[in-house]
């Protein structure tokens, strides 16, 4: 099967110079991985002593930021080499200052694994929560490159636990310790003979719990709110389908007293406009607000990336977008600041939503009559609303501290 995936991966490459020429997000994939090797030569000497961290995208990253921040305070002449899968990711992030070099990770080839350990060589290896790229895994095994699994969580429908998944259940050999997030990751891995793991939880309630350490105001969002005198719902990274929900209540039935803010996971400029045009009260957009009077206006679009973790600061209710998609989006950063959290159904992928359904604070919504009859209660109800914000900030402080116990076994 590992021979069958080599030639699969070498077949990819002139697919994706191919789509590449009609998508502007692969084109960023192929493109840049064209100047890896380059900056990573550059940025690497023999001399140097490097930790290797590896993510697949922007919620890694986040996840990977506190240990790399641990890293730094406890090896301070050591370089760090942040690669990343994703073009969403890294695009994002590769102006980053926590790490020494940060690039795409080359396509996983035999070649290309021997020669990125050998430019980077480095002394450690963690790869964050569930990226497993097996030619780069052999690679660091057959070197004995000590290799951590960080915040890695597993279910059984993986490949690991299919029957024709034994290459990959091979690579996970080179994982000298796994940190995992829960129990049913222990045993999964135990089931295959895997005995080096250890229930750490998840380094994201780390970095969330960190943020109200920070300034979390925008002077921009205390002219919108007049100082949070307006309760306020954040919507975070929603999707269109979210929108047509959202908007229908806020068209129909939000009350005068409240304020929204959109933070769209996509910014292109057709669906910030088709999410204007969707609004029949007054909206501004962040990038067109420069000399107005934001306090005029009902419903705010940040149309720019950055700026959501310290929006979530002016809620009173999150509804966080994704769950009528592919997945909802990151939770945490919003319920570290105590407040009630709103999404859509699909959420199994996701154990901070399911523990936070469980203990009350994060409330699925299936419809149009559900999300008006849920926001109603929490934007009328004081009470309620203290309640489950406060089971949201408790959540993120009984939950942190896995950067430490992860660097105590280091």
Wanted: glycine share 6%.
């Amino acid at each position: 099967m590992l021979y069958l995936y080599n030639i699969l991966t070498y077949l990819s490459f002139p697919i994706l110079y191919l789509i590449a020429l009609f998508n502007a997000k692969i084109k960023l994939f192929v493109v840049g991985r064209q100047q890896s090797f380059t900056i990573l030569q550059q940025g690497i000497s023999k001399s140097d002593q490097v930790f290797w961290v590896h993510v697949a995208s922007l919620g890694e990253y986040e996840q990977g930021l506190p240990l790399m921040e641990a890293l730094k305070q406890q090896f301070p002449t050591h370089k760090i080499v942040l690669t990343f899968f994703s073009p969403s990711g890294y695009e994002v992030k590769k102006n980053n200052t926590i790490a020494d070099v940060t690039i795409y990770l080359p396509l996983d080839t035999i070649s290309n694994a021997k020669r990125f350990l050998k430019i980077a060589h480095p002394e450690k290896a963690f790869f964050v929560k569930y990226e497993y790229w097996p030619n780069y895994l052999n690679q660091l095994y057959k070197q004995n490159i000590p290799t951590f699994l960080v915040s890695g969580i597993f279910r059984p429908n993986q490949i690991f636990f299919k029957w024709y998944g034994g290459f990959y259940r091979k690579a996970l050999q080179a994982f000298t310790y796994f940190f995992v997030q829960n129990e049913v990751s222990q045993n999964l891995l135990n089931q295959l003979g895997y005995t080096t793991v250890e229930i750490v939880g998840d380094t994201r309630f780390d970095r969330v719990a960190q943020i109200l350490e920070n300034n979390n105001s925008l002077d921009f969002l205390d002219q919108f709110t007049n100082n949070k005198q307006y309760q306020t719902i954040v919507i975070g990274s929603s999707w269109p389908q979210d929108e047509e929900l959202l908007a229908n209540y806020i068209n129909n039935q939000l009350p005068k007293n409240v304020k929204v803010i959109f933070a769209p996971h996509n910014i292109k400029k057709e669906q910030i406009e088709n999410l204007k045009n969707s609004l029949q009260l007054p909206t501004i957009c962040y990038t067109t607000m420069e000399g107005k009077n934001l306090a005029a206006y009902d419903v705010l679009i940040i149309d720019a990336y950055s700026l959501l973790t310290k929006a979530y600061s002016y809620a009173q209710v999150a509804y966080i977008g994704g769950g009528f998609g592919a997945g909802i989006h990151n939770i945490l950063e919003a319920a570290t600041y105590g407040v009630p959290i709103l999404i859509g159904p699909n959420y199994k992928k996701f154990q901070e939503a399911k523990d936070l359904i469980t203990l009350g604070s994060c409330l699925v919504i299936h419809s149009q009559e559900e999300l008006n009859k849920t926001l109603n209660r929490l934007l009328n109800d004081q009470s309620y609303q203290k309640e489950l914000g406060d089971i949201s900030s408790q959540f993120v402080l009984k939950n942190k501290d896995a950067t430490k116990r992860i660097m105590a076994k280091l």
